[in-house]
């Protein structure tokens, strides 16, 4: 029987790591929905899908200080809907990885699983939720999420860490509603 796995989770919340170690364990292949996302951005039409392609000509500074936190966590909420239509028609028709496969990325999101594979034997969600802007800010400003962190400057990376957190916060209360499996990523201590 195929197995598709799908991991969402707002940016920082280890959903790549997650899906390469299952991936090992499990003997399936995986991929992101950032690389669907790229590939739709090549072939569809921009004008049946202008979600997809927000925001174009933006550099960091420029998106992170005209719109707020709210208005990024919606964009990437509305480019997961049009990414959607791609994942959906690569989990239909994927001929290719037999057994099954693992998709993990932002443009997972719980109410388009609901409404698509609710009932579907095959496939199974699981969800990532950070609500820890702190643990969130140690992975953007190491890491960055525009670009590589070391490209652009500290200030707007507390705009990542607010819609991150707003993102995260939205995912998870449509988790809930649609009682999907998640984990809560915490800190580690160190002893």
Do not use: C
Not at 2 to 21: D, E, F, N
Not at 111 to 131: M, W, Y
Request: cysteine-free; aromatic content about 10%.
């Amino acid at each position: 029987m195929r197995k598709v796995i799908l991991i969402g989770g707002a940016p920082t919340t280890g959903k790549s790591t997650l899906a390469s170690l299952m991936s090992e364990r499990l003997s399936l292949p995986w991929i992101s929905t950032d690389q669907i996302r790229e590939l739709m951005r090549a072939v569809v039409d921009r004008d049946k899908f202008p979600k997809l392609f927000n925001p174009e000509g933006y550099d960091a500074r420029r998106f992170l200080t005209e719109f707020s936190a709210e208005e990024i966590a919606n964009m990437e909420m509305e480019q997961g809907e049009e990414t959607w239509v791609g994942i959906r028609k690569f989990i239909e028709d994927d001929y290719t990885w037999g057994k099954g496969s693992i998709i993990e990325g932002v443009n997972i999101l719980p109410h388009l699983v609901a409404r698509d594979f609710k009932d579907d034997k095959e496939i199974k969600a699981i969800f990532l939720v950070d609500e820890d802007a702190d643990r969130m800010k140690e992975v953007i400003y190491t890491r960055g999420l525009w670009d590589d962190a070391g490209t652009y400057p500290d200030d707007l990376k507390e705009k990542e860490v607010e819609w991150a957190t707003l993102f995260s916060h939205k995912l998870k209360s449509e988790v809930e509603k649609y009682g999907f499996p998640y984990i809560e990523v915490q800190k580690m201590k160190m002893i």
